[in-house]
């Protein structure tokens, strides 16, 4: 079983589209993370979710926004995308939110042309 | 500004070398973890180090968290190529906001 699933894994689309990416975990934890990973690898925090209350929110467009139904779900919407947003989003997960594990998912891969 | 530096960027080396990896930062952290991230997937813990000189191996890594708890090292014995992937060690700040900190990263690659 996975713990933390996110699809779709793979996402092209044009510039200007509005797209979602979904998110679940299977792991019973309170916090969910989305981050962004760029083309040089470097990983960085978006958005946190505690019991499905917004927690951090990191400099990002407002094109971007979160919207997390239960402690479960953490899913992330895109309004006009633009070539600057193409990387790879991971969905993560963790119990409370300093110290412990934090679980990612496979990724979904965002191009935008 | 980048709060956690690691080195090298990239490294190159044969199957059976030796090789360390930093983590570097002018922050104090009450810990740090090392994941490593094969392509197509997403990062996977490695180890947690929650106080300061701690030593912690697993197998053929060993991870030291600093004496002042703003370092860290991660130092592979006879490295094979399965250890190949992108090391990243990450921050919880000792102080503000509870969130991780990544690292820049570390691509290695071990050649057979």
């Known amino acids: 079983d996975t713990a933390v699933s996110q699809t779709p894994k793979y996402l092209v689309t044009q510039m200007g589209n509005d797209k979602s990416i979904k998110c679940e975990q299977n792991?019973?934890?309170?916090?969910m993370y989305w981050y962004k990973q760029d083309s040089k690898k470097f990983l960085k925090i978006m958005f946190s979710?505690?019991?499905?209350?917004?927690?951090i929110n990191e400099t990002v467009p407002n094109r971007f926004s979160p919207k997390s139904p239960d402690k479960a779900h953490l899913n992330l919407h895109i309004n006009s995308l633009e070539l600057g947003d193409s990387a790879v989003y991971f969905c993560?997960?963790?119990?409370?939110?300093?110290?412990?594990?934090?679980?990612f998912g496979e990724g979904s891969w965002l191009t935008v042309v | 500004t980048q709060l956690l530096e690691q080195s090298p960027q990239f490294l190159s080396i044969q199957e059976g070398e030796n090789l360390t990896v930093y983590c570097n930062s002018s922050s104090v952290f009450s810990s740090l973890q090392w994941y490593r991230q094969e392509p197509g997937e997403g990062p996977v813990l490695l180890v947690t180090v929650v106080t300061g000189g701690e030593v912690k191996k697993l197998k053929r890594l060993t991870f030291q968290f600093g004496d002042a708890r703003k370092d860290s090292s991660l130092h592979i014995t006879a490295a094979q190529p399965g250890d190949t992937g992108l090391y990243l060690c990450?921050?919880?700040?000792?102080?503000?906001?509870?969130?991780?900190?990544f690292g820049t990263g570390t691509r290695l690659k071990v050649l057979a």
């Open positions: 792991l019973g934890h309170d916090t």
């Open positions: 993560a997960s963790s119990q409370g939110q300093s110290g412990n594990t934090i679980y």
């Open positions: 979710y505690n019991n499905k209350e917004l927690i």
């Open positions: 990450a921050g919880v700040r000792a102080s503000g906001t509870y969130k991780y900190i």
